[in-house]
DNA sequence: CACTAGACTTTGATTGGTCAAAGTTGTTAT
DNA sequence: ATAACAACTTTGACCAATCAAAGTCTAGTG
């Protein structure tokens, strides 16, 4: 089943147009479709702008919030007006509830396309670093292309062969196929204070470098370690992962690194 | 390194546009730099489209004639006129010869570009086959998508991961990464006799029902047969895999089959 | 040699997605 | 209250890619 362009019908002079620059009436129709109530028999697959942008508003809005237009613009690489261009487009298909110079929120269907999104580029993040081998430095860059290109079948063969995984290389939880993603209770390491034990969950920030650099001192997801020192006013964290060197790490860095703290 | 869509230089009013439908200079101009004479830096990576008209190009051209217009736009799935037109722009960018009601053939760097997407659809064929095992009958799609997806660095751990194989599920030779692609010379099951035996190499018809058909009666590539009887009065040719029942195949299937025969 | 049918090209329009630049607002700080 | 500013929206334009329909060639056929 190839991406089905949708068909060009209206031809020629056509309908109503309000002022402006007001393109996109017809996506928004066939959008509209996806969240039918009756299951409808061929779900038009969105765009990969639209995935991307779905992808964005989620993880911008975490916690009920409205994603603010400017992060939404920053976050897919285009200028504020074409984020409020599309996110309009999003809006009239019913995929997110738009309030402007508010923000934007997801709806129910918006939602679901998101964590669809998110479930694919997560898997194949740790499909590239368990069966090919990439480091995990490189395997954002390659997931935010390959989560528009994968069935469904490829992904959960992918799925089985990993065994059913439920996090990522950097600690993020791989939303399920169906239903409510899990939601960890994790402390960011900035709120450790000395002498307390814990393990490394999760690293929040996908640049390639911080990720090496993580690597390196061995606070990768799942390593575990004992805090040595920590001060507000020094701005900074001294960690020590088990068998390893400590680490001291700046508060803007060890705020990326989300914890398991031992009770 | 992301998909970098091209800069949006040129705004308000622009310099020459000549009559017509006369888009897509830029566009151009991107290209040109390709394959300019000093090696660019920064490749500009063609794209999804002009990867696919390109691979059709190479394909319908086998054998240095010139690929018709019309069998181009079906191949790519568009009318005619939008065949024309892009096409336009590939001879523009340098990436093909255009011969006005005659034909169409890729220059050498549309050959290049050809080559490496027709490797990445071929290996990624075989890797949904020995990795994730799918079909043999389901990989081609699969693969039309994600040969524009895929980086040269997955591309090059897969080729790895499979052990640097040079022909894929279906028997087409896999365009080494550099350099000229090897040439099989195969014969048509057609051109077979009664009595001769030969082995299965190439499967040239992508189509699901053909491949499991083909499957099913013991015919993939790697099969040895025997040719029982042919007649092309009745245009048919019944041959009989090793091991298994004999199977009658009318002259436009068996066309489909290329073997190698034993001297 | 003139005709014609099919293959191809041209023309004019549409859509999704984008930007630059100008216009609007809501929120802070005086 | 008011001024200033940053965040946001609007406007008008552009580009790649496409189609439908009308126009043009060309290779036969008679
Ligand atoms: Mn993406
Ligand atoms: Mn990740
Ligand atoms: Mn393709
Ligand atoms: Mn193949």
Redesign the interface.
Known sequence: ???KTPPHPGSKKDVSRQGGCFHKYLFSKILRQTLSLVPSPSYPMPSVTVENYLKQIYLLQQGGELAPMGGLAVAV?VTPGTATSMVKTLADANLADYAPRAGVRLTEAGTRLALQVLRRHRLIELF?VQ????DWS?VH??A???E????D??LE??DA?LGHPDTDPHGDPIPPSTGKPRQQKLTPLTECTPDMAGEVARVTDQAAEFLQFVDRQGLTPGAQFTVESQSPTADAITVRPHNREPVTLGTAAAMKIMVKVEE
């Open positions: 089943m190839n991406v690489g590239l069966t090919l081998g990439l490189e860059d390659e935010e292309e390959l528009h290109a994968i069935s079948k490829v063969k992918i062969l």
